[in-house]
């Protein structure tokens, strides 16, 4: 479990620089949950994101994670980033090893774990992304495809048995089927290890299909925080953030503007199908 209490940051501090990021951030984060985090751009989700791991130090407030605040001096901010793993926007950028299986070894590597548990997870960890380790292990990064080198940099996160995976816009540049699979990829992953997910992403759709909560982030401030059917119900608040909704509740609002008294909180296709034919053809 995580708990952020009263979390402030500002970059730059104490310069004409300063950017005020985070300001005043409060919330219990549960084991297992799938969270969507949402907001205009510049609202704080990345900065907001890195203090779960401790890659930033806020400027004030507490982090904890399962009871232990992470700044606190004495804390084990490795075992930190072992146990709260985040794949960063574009995270392929960041594959450097001369191969697949080398690139993913890296963090258990540094874990100082044993070269046969290091293998072992190599091992799982490329197939639970669904890429071959005897096929993919042994060739370099760069002869990858797009979609393959983002797997490769999750596979490289999954090595280090994280109980909580957090994905800064994990889809961003992927083809809409690459994007659908990815997606599909998180939401196996969380249920067979039991993870929590943190999912930051700028398409409502996406948010929608993956998750169960959603966060929304406004000026550095959580403005919105609930299950994903309540505040995609909030569209109109949505809509002043510039966020908007998902489209199946958007045909949804339309067809009830013109008087078809359908539920508006659906997020599916297939749902949106069967609630408009339950309301055109009353049993
Ligand atoms: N390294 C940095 N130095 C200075 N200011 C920064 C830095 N990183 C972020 N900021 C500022 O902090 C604020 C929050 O940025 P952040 O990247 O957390 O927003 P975001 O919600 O992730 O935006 P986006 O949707 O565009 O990714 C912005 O005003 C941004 O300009
Ligand atoms: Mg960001």
């Given at each position: 479990m995580i708990e952020v209490r009263d979390v402030h940051h500002?970059?730059?501090?104490?310069?004409?620089?300063?950017?005020?990021?985070?300001?005043?951030?409060?919330l219990t984060i549960p084991d297992g949950e799938r969270i969507g985090l949402i907001?205009?751009?510049?609202?704080?989700?990345?900065?907001?994101?890195?203090?779960?791991?401790?890659?930033?130090?806020?400027?004030?407030?507490?982090?904890?994670?399962?009871?232990?605040?992470?700044?606190?001096?004495?804390?084990?901010?490795?075992?930190?980033?072992?146990?709260?793993?985040?794949?960063?926007?574009?995270?392929?950028?960041?594959?450097?090893?001369?191969?697949?299986?080398?690139?993913?070894?890296?963090g258990p590597r540094n874990l100082g774990l044993p070269e046969d548990e290091i293998a072992t997870r190599v091992h799982e960890a490329l197939q639970s992304v669904g890429l071959d380790p005897d096929r993919f292990g042994?060739?370099?990064?760069?002869?990858?495809?797009?979609?393959?080198?983002?797997?490769?940099?999750?596979?490289?996160?999954?090595?280090?048995?994280?109980?909580?995976l957090i994905l800064d816009e994990p889809t961003a540049?992927?083809?809409?089927?690459?994007?659908?699979e990815f997606l599909q990829l998180i939401l196996r992953l969380h249920a067979q290890r039991q993870l929590t997910v943190i999912l930051i992403?700028?398409?409502?759709?996406?948010?929608?299909?993956?998750?169960?909560?959603?966060?929304?982030?406004?000026?550095?401030?959580?403005?919105?925080?609930?299950?994903?059917?309540?505040?995609?119900?909030?569209?109109?608040?949505?809509?002043?953030?510039?966020?908007?909704?998902?489209q199946t509740a958007q045909i949804l609002h339309r067809l009830r503007a013109r008087g078809l008294p359908v539920r508006t909180d659906l997020f599916t296709l297939e749902e949106a199908r069967a609630e408009v034919l339950r309301v055109l053809r009353p049993a």
């Open positions: 500002v970059y730059l501090r104490d310069s004409p620089l300063a950017a005020v990021a985070l300001r005043g951030i409060s907001g205009p751009t510049g609202s704080g989700k990345s900065t907001l994101v890195q203090t779960l791991n401790a890659l930033i130090r806020p400027t004030s407030g507490t982090v904890s994670v399962d009871g232990e605040d992470i700044f606190a001096p004495k804390a084990d901010r490795r075992r930190v980033r072992q146990k709260v793993a985040l794949l960063f926007q574009y995270a392929e950028q960041q594959l450097f090893e001369e191969t697949v299986a080398k690139d993913v070894a890296f042994p060739r370099s990064p760069f002869t990858l495809s797009g979609g393959e080198m983002r797997r490769v940099a999750l596979a490289g996160v999954l090595a280090m048995s994280p109980k909580v540049g992927l083809d809409p089927q690459g994007k659908a992403n700028h398409s409502m759709d996406e948010i929608a299909q993956t998750t169960e909560r959603v966060i929304v982030l406004d000026a550095g401030r959580v403005v919105m925080d609930g299950p994903t059917r309540q505040i995609f119900a909030r569209a109109e608040e949505l809509e002043h953030l510039h966020l908007g909704i998902p």
